[in-house]
């Protein structure tokens, strides 16, 4: 290894853990100890780290209060260092993480408005694609419906939750304006940016079932069939219009006679 | 280093420019125009994004302004080589936006793949010398312009040093050919931190290599000794001292464009142009003066 080598895995070794001294090669003005100038890196490494998740989960931090978010956003860090420059994107085992962390057990929905965040951060950023008119429906010929595939837009995502977490986070937007619909019952989201801004809006858990079937690659048909058997409430025609009314179709795939070549091809 | 394939594709960068950071919350009163801001500045790894409106907005600001393109996250001064990956995607905003200006720190935020999402010091002798020259004329290659390379503020220093970093910045300079970036806060930060006195290091400093000056607020803390320490927060507005440096450095180098940088408590847009105009009254006051000395 060489000498700089050396001496910046022992810089990090020292900064990622407190309870070890500053490196024994740095030094202050005066050439002796530099404890709190050292720590003035191992602060800005934690705060950086934590000030770029409470930028993207903003409703989070704003559920669990600052202090905790920023001990629970340190943990992470400390376990899950970026594994990239672009800071954009930190954070994507957040959610995961947030389930599993035990002093966050008392805010049991605290997960999947993580997730919900994490979506809308993802469609914020995600590639530009301009989406299908909704008349582009209405030239489909009625025997070529069933059979049809549609590509999604890269800024989709469906979040299902057993708890009311569109009402949550909503009601953290904008708390005069919002009244919940209903009491406490699980919400599903269906997040996108078929433009240039980030759309949020609660669908039923029928929808959610439909459009997570056609973005595994099924035939409108498959995807009726597949959310009916999870949703027997589900309705096909108000799910096949919420697909439409989303602006999140970008294109048709293959349509009918092509279905047995391309299945195994679907991820 | 190979020329560059492609010409800027809005106004010309001139000397007497000044410049703020370009914020995504100022977008409206930056593209409303008549604020006097000559070029915008942005943080690369902000825009390495696939779509959306980080890439609209920048669009539409380089359509009308010159861009400098900073990056914060290449990590020059690693011990181990370069992220080719995140140097292609530097390339790929290169070839888009078409910077005038690409500047990158002299520090490391990786070490062994994994970010750490701060400039971190380097001890300045031959080794690192001999890192740093081979990183910055990749770099160059790569991107196929000349880059800035900025001093950075630091609050440690290394036993293992043996030149000054005025040294260590213009041997860089002269043996890759690049440019340096010279943050004036930074200066002044590292004067107070290590006990030296700013102007002597402006005094010493390479100026002809100098392509763009940084001027930010610094934040204020005490040493193991209870002596003053300087941070480099980007979070209030540029200090009374750090202006007075920054006059005596155009008195000695001449115009030269300047970036108000704000990346903490984002003040209104108002007060940054209000800064960027104090700057643009020294940088004219200087170029009459190099006006009237050529005729």
Same mark, same amino acid.
């Given at each position: 290894m060489t000498s700089l080598a050396r001496t910046q895995s022992e810089f990090t070794k020292s900064l990622l853990d407190r309870t070890m001294p500053a490196p024994a090669d740095i030094r202050g003005a005066s050439r002796r100890r530099a404890d709190r100038r050292f720590a003035v890196y191992r602060n800005n490494v934690a705060s950086g780290l934590a000030q770029a998740l409470a930028t993207r989960f903003p409703v989070v931090k704003r559920l669990v209060g600052e202090e905790f978010f920023r001990a629970m956003a340190h943990v992470y860090a400390t376990a899950?260092?970026?594994?990239? $420059?672009?800071?954009?994107?930190?954070?994507?085992t957040f959610p995961a993480f947030i389930d599993d962390f035990e002093p966050a057990?008392?805010?049991?929905y605290l997960g999947d408005i993580a997730r919900l965040e994490m979506a809308r951060g993802r469609a914020y950023h995600a590639a530009d694609v301009t989406p299908l008119e909704p008349d582009a429906f209405a030239a489909l010929s009625s025997d070529r419906l069933a059979d049809t595939r549609v590509r999604l837009h890269p800024s989709l995502s469906i979040i299902t939750s057993s708890h009311p977490i569109y009402s949550i986070w909503h009601m953290n937007q904008d708390p005069v304006r919002f009244t919940p619909a209903s009491p406490w019952a699980k919400e599903a989201v269906l997040v996108a940016r078929p433009r240039l801004k980030v759309r949020t809006q609660r669908i039923t858990h029928g929808d959610a079932a439909f459009v997570r079937a056609l973005a595994a690659g099924g035939t409108l048909a498959e995807a009726v069939i597949a959310a009916r058997d999870a949703v027997p409430a589900f309705s096909a025609p108000e799910s096949l219009a919420v697909l439409i009314g989303a602006r999140v179709v970008i294109g048709f795939g293959e349509e009918l006679g092509r279905t047995q070549d391309i299945y195994g091809s679907i991820p | 280093m190979k020329p560059r394939a492609n010409d800027p594709a809005g106004p010309l960068l001139a000397s007497d420019g000044v410049g703020v950071g370009l914020k995504h919350e100022h977008a409206d009163d930056v593209l409303s125009g =008549?604020?006097?801001?000559?070029f915008f500045e942005v943080h690369a790894e902000n825009y390495m994004g696939d779509g959306g409106p980080p890439h609209h907005m920048l669009g539409e600001v380089c359509a009308h302004y010159p861009l400098s393109l900073h990056g914060v996250?290449?990590?020059?001064?690693?011990? =181990?080589?370069?992220?080719r990956a995140h140097l292609a995607r530097l390339r790929r905003l290169v070839d888009r936006y078409r910077p005038q200006l690409f500047s990158e720190h002299l520090a490391w935020s990786t070490h062994e793949g994994r970010f750490l999402n701060d400039l971190l010091p380097l001890p300045y002798n031959s080794e690192t010398l001999a890192r740093i020259c081979a990183h910055v004329e990749e770099v160059q290659d790569c991107l196929g312009m000349r880059m800035l390379l900025e001093n950075p503020a630091t609050y440690v220093a290394f036993e293992t040093s043996d030149m000054s970093e005025v040294e260590f910045l213009a041997t860089v300079a002269a043996r890759t050919g690049c440019g340096l970036l010279l943050d004036v806060n930074n200066v002044y930060v590292a004067g107070i931190n290590h006990g030296f006195e700013p102007m002597a290091y402006i005094d010493a400093? $390479?100026?002809?290599?100098?392509?763009e000056i940084h001027l930010a607020g610094f934040a204020e803390d005490r040493d193991d000794e209870n002596a003053r320490l300087l941070i480099d927060a980007h979070g209030t507005p540029v200090a009374d001292a750090v202006w007075a440096l920054y006059r005596r450095t155009m008195a000695r180098c001449g115009p030269v464009p300047t970036l108000i940088e704000r990346d903490n408590d984002i003040s209104p847009f108002a007060a940054l142009a209000a800064e960027a105009a104090r700057a643009k009254s020294v940088l004219e006051a200087h170029s009459r003066r190099v006006l009237q000395s050529a005729a």
């Amino acid at each position: 290894m060489t000498s700089l080598a050396r001496t910046q895995s022992e810089f990090t070794k020292s900064l990622l853990d407190r309870t070890m001294p500053a490196p024994a090669d740095i030094r202050g003005a005066s050439r002796r100890r530099a404890d709190r100038r050292f720590a003035v890196y191992r602060n800005n490494v934690a705060s950086g780290l934590a000030q770029a998740l409470a930028t993207r989960f903003p409703v989070v931090k704003r559920l669990v209060g600052e202090e905790f978010f920023r001990a629970m956003a340190h943990v992470y860090a400390t376990a899950e260092l970026p594994r990239s $420059p672009i800071m954009l994107y930190y954070g994507e085992t957040f959610p995961a993480f947030i389930d599993d962390f035990e002093p966050a057990r008392p805010v049991p929905y605290l997960g999947d408005i993580a997730r919900l965040e994490m979506a809308r951060g993802r469609a914020y950023h995600a590639a530009d694609v301009t989406p299908l008119e909704p008349d582009a429906f209405a030239a489909l010929s009625s025997d070529r419906l069933a059979d049809t595939r549609v590509r999604l837009h890269p800024s989709l995502s469906i979040i299902t939750s057993s708890h009311p977490i569109y009402s949550i986070w909503h009601m953290n937007q904008d708390p005069v304006r919002f009244t919940p619909a209903s009491p406490w019952a699980k919400e599903a989201v269906l997040v996108a940016r078929p433009r240039l801004k980030v759309r949020t809006q609660r669908i039923t858990h029928g929808d959610a079932a439909f459009v997570r079937a056609l973005a595994a690659g099924g035939t409108l048909a498959e995807a009726v069939i597949a959310a009916r058997d999870a949703v027997p409430a589900f309705s096909a025609p108000e799910s096949l219009a919420v697909l439409i009314g989303a602006r999140v179709v970008i294109g048709f795939g293959e349509e009918l006679g092509r279905t047995q070549d391309i299945y195994g091809s679907i991820p | 280093m190979k020329p560059r394939a492609n010409d800027p594709a809005g106004p010309l960068l001139a000397s007497d420019g000044v410049g703020v950071g370009l914020k995504h919350e100022h977008a409206d009163d930056v593209l409303s125009g =008549g604020h006097g801001i000559d070029f915008f500045e942005v943080h690369a790894e902000n825009y390495m994004g696939d779509g959306g409106p980080p890439h609209h907005m920048l669009g539409e600001v380089c359509a009308h302004y010159p861009l400098s393109l900073h990056g914060v996250g290449l990590s020059i001064g690693s011990a =181990g080589g370069l992220d080719r990956a995140h140097l292609a995607r530097l390339r790929r905003l290169v070839d888009r936006y078409r910077p005038q200006l690409f500047s990158e720190h002299l520090a490391w935020s990786t070490h062994e793949g994994r970010f750490l999402n701060d400039l971190l010091p380097l001890p300045y002798n031959s080794e690192t010398l001999a890192r740093i020259c081979a990183h910055v004329e990749e770099v160059q290659d790569c991107l196929g312009m000349r880059m800035l390379l900025e001093n950075p503020a630091t609050y440690v220093a290394f036993e293992t040093s043996d030149m000054s970093e005025v040294e260590f910045l213009a041997t860089v300079a002269a043996r890759t050919g690049c440019g340096l970036l010279l943050d004036v806060n930074n200066v002044y930060v590292a004067g107070i931190n290590h006990g030296f006195e700013p102007m002597a290091y402006i005094d010493a400093f $390479p100026l002809d290599r100098v392509g763009e000056i940084h001027l930010a607020g610094f934040a204020e803390d005490r040493d193991d000794e209870n002596a003053r320490l300087l941070i480099d927060a980007h979070g209030t507005p540029v200090a009374d001292a750090v202006w007075a440096l920054y006059r005596r450095t155009m008195a000695r180098c001449g115009p030269v464009p300047t970036l108000i940088e704000r990346d903490n408590d984002i003040s209104p847009f108002a007060a940054l142009a209000a800064e960027a105009a104090r700057a643009k009254s020294v940088l004219e006051a200087h170029s009459r003066r190099v006006l009237q000395s050529a005729a």
